[in-house]
């Protein structure tokens, strides 16, 4: 929770309105076997994870012309009965202006979502209808080398930044390659601050090694430089080597990791760590193991810092799992 909590301060999310979104038939739910509608939604829901897609869910009780505007692609899966005439026209609208919409348990139809029984597990007959659909629908969805469903990514707008997250839902490791949408575009923060943000990234793939049931994470500044990421092996971007764990750990600057004076380490799991750093970059000197106490940094001990010729290595005492690394290039105690 500590190192999750100070990931998370580094981080200002924002909010971005998906192209896809799922739409589940509450209007069907008090109908004799009403309860296979939230059954269908629930795999729905896990089959659009599964395609590393961002999404929305809404009900078709409340689904109007301004929701729809600019979604791609709308899922209805499950549907037993009739749904609302209002809804039906909201439907038909939003398809006449070109969105793809999908809905299965019409017309006495069987919907593929009913049968199956685990709404936990991913149907591959059913991913690949969904992803013909978002491809017909023409949205972005982060593709994996391996395609495994349990590779679950996402994209996360920031005020300072784009981050993509990643998650191994699996009892295995895994190593994947991550191949990147464009993630240019101008954002609207919101109503209240009416400002406009246009984030690039460079990068077109990212390739990591998690753990079992671990998370992963890179996170990408204004002009395209990494200052965060999130591991439990290798992680490369378009080939080159970013941070290097023995196991899960996570690293932040306040702008490049590659440049920064000083760079927060929080080795969850590992006891080396290892992060590129550019020819100009300062020359980190200390590596302090510590903690916050009353406000106020407290060293515990220190940790061992080595330098190679575009990396740093970091090692601490296996007993120090989990405490905080704070490598910096000189003694001032300003975070």
Known sequence: YRASALILRSLKPVWRKPEVLLVVPDSNRMLPNGAKVWHAA????????????????ASDLKLSDGLL????????????GDIPTETEATLRRFAERGGIIYRSGVSGEVAMEWDIPDVSEVDEALRERYRQILEKAKVATIRTDPDLPTIHAFRIPLQNGTAFVFVNASDEPVTFT???????????????????LRITHPASRITMTLGAWQPGMVVFGEQGRIFLVEGSGQILVDGELVAKGDGHFAAFAENDLGEAKQIWLLPTEAITV????????????????????CGEWSV???ASL?????????KIADDLRGEVVW???????KF
């Open 42 to 57: 629930l795999v729905a829901a896990q089959t659009l994870a599964s395609l590393r897609v961002d999404f929305a869910v």
């Open 274 to 293: 290892i992060l590129r750093r550019a020819k100009s970059a300062p020359k980190l000197k200390i590596a302090e193991v510590g903690e916050w106490r």
């Open 327 to 333: 490598v910096k290039w000189d003694d001032e105690r």
């Open 69 to 80: 505007k600019d979604v791609k692609a709308v899922f209805l899966p499950g549907v037993i």
């Open 178 to 196: 991550a191949f990147l949408p464009n993630a240019s575009y101008a954002h609207h923060a919101s109503q209240i601050t009416h400002y406009e």
């Open 300 to 302: 515990l001990t220190q």
């Open 306 to 314: 080595f330098h190679h010729a575009d990396t740093i290595a970091i």
